[in-house]
């Protein structure tokens, strides 16, 4: 006999209330025309918290969570409120740009909560919330190199511990901008904590943090992300962002834990990106010219390759603003934001808005170019595919070592390779060389092993530079220009496959790799390692930071050619 479920609380109660509303405001959102928003599952930004006050925020029933420069995204729960009309009124007299979403009442509480936070800091200078900018400025104008950073960190341990946390937070981000470091590193190790700078795609060591005072260190960082301070055996994720020298850079965190303690990277991701152009990507004059045609291509699918950290993104971008005129609507779906582009609307996944639902989504908004951060899965693969043949021209990155190794990766996702060649437009592959300090290079003779691999390379280039004789090209050497590095700066060395009859032929009847790169050859497109060897050859990177991150012993240079293959089946008729 069922038993009564005496059970059913007032939590419960209040739960089913919370889901009620939830679900009203989702429907109030539409009606409105706002997008919905969980505070709860997004980094609140400090610097967009400050900008209305608490009991303002409490009266007009509203909250402040993101801003870049003068753009703010603000949460409300009632759009026709009067409290919060004069707010969004009073915001807009200031010159701020709204982006208005509309949220829950236990929403907007989480968000009124992070003012509590910066209460409790504001007896410290600047707070565990804030970083004092000027100071960052006036230190990244002395280090030089990474040992300043770590001498001077050392310089300051007499100080008291609040203040001596503070300045070495300062003298960390101080010294990442002077290096022009990509990341931060925070590592615990057994009785330290490892401090390393991402430069130029290469980790070097800082310096050992005493592990107190990297503690502290962590503890600001996780509440300044948006992340849980008293979550330390789960990864977090959150971001944060502060002005210096008249731009906002934009920090995003990753936390981990481990054996030693929690684990952070910071990635620092300066806004001057988003400016970039296709003319700053130094991509070769053949490829530039495909791409060229390829944005004037009204529909169909164009994906970027590479690992973490070889420009996708990047490229993405400066696509996007050729692509761009003011005929053309243009939505991101981004995980998450990194850089801000004018005129673009700009999306961020989040725990209702993955990348599946917030493409099927963007569809409706009636948009003429769509792009998707990564695609990742079946479901995200297909429905980009879907929009490439529905009049939309599709931008997303993949994850593959090369052009060529897109297409099998895609049949492994569950893409239909039929639908291949209808819906894919080009596929690119790319890599970041550090480029050779013009201060301090010096020449180099290639060795006869160098000098066989390059010419082995050009033979297939379809367009290959003379060789001078003598050969001479050049070797990093070290000088403070550099950081004592013998690089400075990046670029991209880069491949592309265009998905023509060939191709398309080669990926339904057998879609191994040296078979579509043999179909591929007529296109004319310089491999990844043809278009690296040509730098080295105009003094741009060393052939050994060329074999760093490009694997020079595959690619089409290494197939057998026409007249080869034909000797081994001579050959084989006479085996008996």
């Known amino acids: 006999m069922p038993e009564f479920d005496n059970t059913f609380s007032v939590e419960k109660m209040g739960e089913i209330r919370r889901k009620e509303e939830e679900n009203l405001i989702k429907s109030l959102a539409k009606k409105y025309g706002y997008q919905y928003v969980n505070l709860r599952g997004i980094s609140i930004n400090p610097t967009a918290l400050r900008i209305i006050s608490e009991s303002i925020a409490r009266e007009g029933s509203i909250v402040a969570f993101e801003t870049v420069r003068k753009r703010l995204s603000i ?89 001596r946390v503070s300045e070495t937070m300062e003298a960390i981000f101080s010294g990442a901008l002077a290096l022009r470091a990509s990341d931060v590193h925070i590592e615990p190790e057994e009785g330290s904590v490892r401090l390393r700078y991402r430069l130029d795609g290469v980790l070097h060591d800082v310096m050992k943090l005493e592990t107190d005072v990297s503690k502290r260190v962590m503890s600001r960082l996780k509440l300044l992300s948006g992340m849980l301070l008293n979550v330390r055996n789960e990864a977090q994720d959150g971001r944060f962002s502060f002005n210096v020298f008249e731009k906002q850079i934009e920090v995003r965190s990753s936390v981990i834990p481990g054996a030693d303690g929690e684990s952070i990277v910071m990635r620092l991701l300066d806004p001057t990106v988003a400016s970039f152009n296709l003319e700053q990507l130094s991509l070769n004059s053949i490829l530039y010219d495909v791409m060229i045609e390829e944005l004037k291509r009204p529909n169909g699918l164009i994906v970027t390759t590479g690992p973490t950290g070889s420009g996708k993104t990047t490229a993405l971008y400066a696509f996007l603003r050729k692509a761009h005129t003011p005929e053309v609507k243009i939505i991101t779906i981004e995980n998450p934001v990194e850089y801000r582009v004018e005129g673009i609307v700009q999306t961020q996944v989040g725990d209702d808005y993955t990348f599946a639902s917030g493409l099927r989504a963007v569809l409706r908004q009636d948009p003429d170019i769509i792009m998707v951060g990564e695609i990742r899965d079946n479901e ?71 000098l066989i691999l390059i010419k082995k390379i050009l033979k297939t280039h379809p367009k290959p530079p003379t060789l001078p004789d003598p050969l001479i090209i050049y070797e990093p050497s070290g000088c403070e220009k550099c950081t004592h590095t013998g690089f400075k700066g990046r670029l991209a060395v880069c491949e592309a496959i265009k998905v023509d009859e060939a191709v398309e032929e080669a990926v339904v009847r057998d879609p191994r790799e040296h078979i579509i790169l043999e179909a591929a ?44 293959k034909n000797l081994d089946e001579e050959f084989s008729t006479h085996i008996v």
């Open 75 to 163: 949460a409300i729960r009632n759009p026709n409120d009067p409290k919060t009309k004069e707010e969004i009124a009073s915001l807009e007299k200031q010159g701020y740009e709204l982006t208005i979403f509309m949220t829950t009442t236990e929403s907007l509480e989480h968000g009124w909560a992070r003012y509590h936070d910066r209460v409790e800091t504001d007896q410290v200078k600047r707070g565990v919330l804030d970083i004092d900018e000027k100071n960052i400025e006036e230190k990244s104008k002395a280090f030089k190199t990474p040992e300043s950073v770590a001498n001077y960190i050392m310089e300051i341990r007499t100080m008291n511990n609040v203040r």
């Open 521 to 564: 050859k007529p296109q004319g497109i310089p491999s990844m390692a043809e278009d690296g060897i040509e730098k080295v050859l105009l003094g741009a990177t060393s052939i050994n930071e060329l074999r760093r991150v490009v694997d020079l012993t595959d690619g089409r240079h290494m197939l057998k050619s026409t007249e080869e």
């Open 380 to 450: 995200v693969a297909e429905t980009a595919i879907h929009a490439a043949q529905t009049g939309h021209l599709v931008f997303s990155t993949l994850h593959t070592n090369s052009a060529v190794g897109a297409f099998p990766r895609l049949i492994d996702l569950g893409v239909d390779y039929r639908m291949i060649g209808t819906s894919v437009n080009i596929i690119l592959g790319q890599r970041l060389v550090r480029v050779l300090c013009e201060h301090c290079k010096k020449e180099h003779t290639p060795t006869e092993d160098e």
